[in-house]
């Protein structure tokens, strides 16, 4: 199975995610399809904290593929944000 899920980067107390599309067999850090976005929950006031590529996640959702429960959280924080920022 195919899954979306966070790989976890970055320096010891410095974190940083990279939101990668996986097969579900293989480990966390692995070789993986095709990195989504990014995720930096320390970001400062300048920098980006989420980026999602959205029309690509579409893609990989609609061919079966599973999100982890983070990843759900932050795809719909990134959703209702782009739309906002749209509007």
Do not use: C
Not at 11 to 39: C, I, W
Not at 59 to 66: E, M, R
Not at 75 to 85: I, P
Request: charged letters at 30%.
């Amino acid at each position: 199975m195919v899954t979306i899920r966070l790989t976890r980067r970055g320096a010891k107390n410095s974190p940083f995610y990279h939101v990668m599309v996986t097969d579900s067999r293989k480990r966390q850090g692995g070789k993986a399809l095709e990195q989504v976005g990014f995720f930096n929950p320390v970001a400062r006031k300048s920098d980006v904290k989420l980026r999602l590529d959205l029309p690509r996640i579409d893609y990989w959702l609609s061919k079966g593929a599973q999100q982890s429960d983070r990843v759900k959280q932050l795809v719909t924080t990134f959703r209702k944000s782009s739309a906002s920022a749209a509007a």
